[in-house]
């Protein structure tokens, strides 16, 4: 379970997150909605620990330890992961390596045996064509030269094998046609368990109609506004920000 | 000796004329007409040229007649004992293990005791020692010696052409193509400080071809001061690939040429990574002489402490039609300088010529730094040049996107700089020597081959 108490965050010392209270049960998946601006993306770093977003009070729990505490990859060890928004491009390292650094890193910090070569190739290629992804492309460098769509898989593949037990989608809808959208849900809904919990963040209702929610929170200047059913967003979509602070028009 | 006057010369400066009017009657050839004439000749050029220093604009930035204090004997050959563990010891495993003809010189000579020439012979390829050939030198030996790129106004190859001990003499007869490279290792020796001066001429006929990996490492000699030079003639149609790897004791002077001249539709693909030493400078001369010829040029330098690393570059298009390639990695920490210094001239005449060159360097703190000095001489109108170069930092965010996917951050960290080095090595086209080159980055950085 996720718990986020009191949370308050600045970035280059501009308070951004103002008190932000909000609970994650284990097996849940929430939205977070809300017009720019409101704290969105900045929640999401803070989860994953970017430097430069300093919490100056309040509190986050993952499982009953103090997440703050803890450096990106510590964090990463304990089960939080963050689809980014906008994944960055490594040329010279070659994704299938980023991939089995990643799951060995991980696996050595939770006491688990690495992955021999072959066990993670087939590891991968199951994972990989479940997403759609040509193997061919991992031998790419990272990112480079992919589609938006096909970074946005990519997140999901690392979030496949990285079986995280929080998963934070930051925007993973942007910039992504139906079919790419469509594929990118598949994937997240294939990972939903019991166990797990995920925190999807979008400005838009309509990546909801394919991974629906338990529930819905509206961000609105830094703290959450209002809370309710997979219904909320679709009030939203009608209705707009405008009453939380965004513009007028419905989204 | 007949000498220019000169108003003062230093120390070191002196000492370099001193160690070769002591030595001149027992250097190889010293009875051959020829090879008199030759180092008569270049040491007439030293001493009216003196040490480089900084008010030369091509050593701007390594004043070596600043920081060359004595000039120590030439190396006396004991004959030190080699084997595998010293190689390994010394170039570390994946180089020293690379499968190749192996050709090693310890103490400025060729030992032929260490070295597969008949391996080579067998393939087709003349081999010699060079002092041994250099009592006799053969005619295409003399018409490649000192010929190959000649440069009146390079004080360190005139020293070179003097003071010349050993080294190999090989050439590859039309059509020759060598399946495996050939391995050329120079090491040092294991006595007191001492200079060693050694000299390759490498000639390939038209159609031939080869890999070179000429690799540096060091025995346990301490305060060595290498000056090392390869002629490579790279005849039409011809291809060589030549790389270098060089990693000495921290307390070494090194200075490197290459000199390569290209003939008609000839390939030429120049590699160098230096990871050791703590002066380096690294010249290398390439010239056109025939059309639609091709050279890429590249390399790569990991640094730290108060390593200084000079690469300078000149590449000139004599001719029409011809492509050269450079990209320089560097990757600074500490107090490390590097520096790259990169011209090209194009001779006007020298149409459809296309050159690019680049230099990127990746300061790993703040008291690091990278000089990097472009220069074009286009006497052409129809020719596409460019150059640029790059420095900055290791960029937080690739860092936090790795951190963010477990990776602790000195591995994330190990990772970026071994993607940056890693774009550089992509130029060496043999893929173990490629594999064998990001293990030594790995070595470098303390963290794990992958």
Not at chain 1, 86 to 113: D, H, Q, W
Not at chain 2, 6 to 16: H, I, L, S, Y
Request: proline share 4%; charged share 25%; net charge negative.
């Amino acid at each position: 379970m996720l718990e986020i108490k009191n949370l308050h965050a600045s970035v280059d010392g501009r308070e951004i997150l103002k008190g932000l209270d909000l609970t994650l049960p284990a097996g849940e998946v929430h939205a977070i909605m809300g017009p720019n601006g409101s704290g969105k993306s900045t929640l999401a770093y803070v989860l994953a620990g970017k430097e430069g977003y300093e919490v100056t009070e309040g509190s986050i729990t993952w499982k009953g330890e103090d997440l703050l505490a803890m450096d990106p990859s510590e964090r990463a060890a304990a089960g939080v992961f963050l689809a980014f928004q906008y994944p960055l491009e490594i040329p010279g390292v070659a994704t299938m390596t980023f991939l089995r650094s990643a799951v060995n890193a991980v696996r050595k910090a939770r006491g688990e045996e690495e992955l021999s070569t072959p066990d993670f190739l087939r590891v991968v290629k199951e994972k990989a064509k479940e997403l759609k992804i040509d193997v061919e492309m991992l031998r790419r460098p990272l990112n480079v030269g992919f589609s938006g769509g096909e970074k946005k898989r990519n997140e999901i593949l690392q979030m496949a094998l990285l079986e995280p037990g929080l998963c934070v989608l930051d925007e993973t809808d942007s910039g992504l046609d139906i079919d790419a959208l469509r594929i990118v849900a598949d994937g997240v809904n294939k990972l939903r368990s019991k166990e797990r919990s995920m925190l999807v963040i979008t400005h838009y209702q309509r990546l909801l109609n394919y991974i629906v929610p338990d529930r819905v929170h509206v961000l609105s200047a830094g703290r959450v506004a209002r809370s309710g059913g997979p219904e909320l967003a679709l009030e939203l979509e009608k209705s707009g920000y405008a009453e939380y602070g965004g513009e007028a028009t419905a989204a | 000796m007949d000498l220019p006057v000169q108003q003062f010369r230093t120390k070191a400066e002196q000492e370099f004329l001193d160690l070769y009017t002591r030595a001149e009657k027992a250097l190889p050839g010293a009875n051959n007409p020829f090879v008199a004439a030759l180092r008569d000749k270049a040491i007439k050029t030293y001493g009216s040229l003196g040490l480089p220093h900084r008010r030369i604009e091509a050593w701007k930035y390594t004043d070596l007649r600043a920081r060359l204090d004595e000039v120590h004997p030439l190396i006396a050959a004991l004959g030190a004992a080699v084997g595998e563990s010293e190689l390994e010891a010394a170039l570390g495993k994946p180089i020293a293990d690379f499968p190749g003809y192996r050709l090693v010189l310890v103490e400025g000579e060729l030992r032929v005791d260490l070295s597969d020439m008949a391996g080579l012979r067998d393939a087709g390829a003349e081999v010699a020692s060079l002092a041994h050939i250099l009592e006799m030198p053969p005619d295409w030996l003399k018409a490649t010696l000192g010929q190959v790129n000649p440069r009146e106004d390079d004080a360190v190859l005139a020293l070179n052409t003097a003071l010349m001990t050993g080294g190999v003499a090989l050439r590859l007869p039309e059509g020759v193509t060598l399946e495996k490279p050939i391995h050329l290792i120079h090491l040092d020796g294991t006595g007191a400080p001492a200079t060693m001066v050694t000299r390759n001429v490498v000639v390939a006929e038209e159609g031939a071809s080869a890999t070179l990996l000429e690799s540096y490492g060091s025995l346990g000699l301490r305060g060595l001061q290498r000056n090392a030079v390869t002629e490579v003639k790279v005849g039409d149609k011809a291809a060589i690939h030549h790389i270098k790897f060089q990693r000495e004791a921290a307390d070494t002077l090194h200075l490197g040429i290459w000199l390569a001249n290209l003939g008609a539709d000839a390939r030429y693909n120049a590699f160098q990574l230096s990871t050791g030493a703590n002066l380096v400078r690294n010249q290398l001369y390439v010239r056109f002489d025939g059309e639609g010829s091709a050279m890429d040029a590249s390399g790569a330098f990991l640094l730290r402490g108060k390593q200084h690393c000079d690469t300078t570059l000149i590449v000139e298009h004599r001719v029409p039609a011809c492509e050269s390639r450079e990209l320089f990695k560097a990757v600074l920490d500490d107090e490390a300088r590097g520096i790259f210094q990169g011209k090209i001239i194009v001779s006007p005449g020298a149409q459809k010529t296309d050159g690019k060159q680049m230099a990127q360097a990746l300061l790993l703190s703040e008291t690091a730094e990278f000089d990097s000095k472009p220069e074009l001489e286009i006497f052409a109108d129809d020719v596409v040049c460019g150059h640029g170069a790059t420095s900055g930092q290791i960029d937080e965010d690739l860092l936090f996107y790795l951190e963010s996917r477990g990776l602790p951050e000195p591995q994330a960290r190990a990772l970026l700089i071994q993607a940056f080095v890693g774009e550089a090595f992509e130029q060496v086209e043999d893929e173990a020597l490629r594999e064998a080159f990001s293990v030594a980055a790995a070595q470098w950085l303390g963290v794990p081959a992958e």
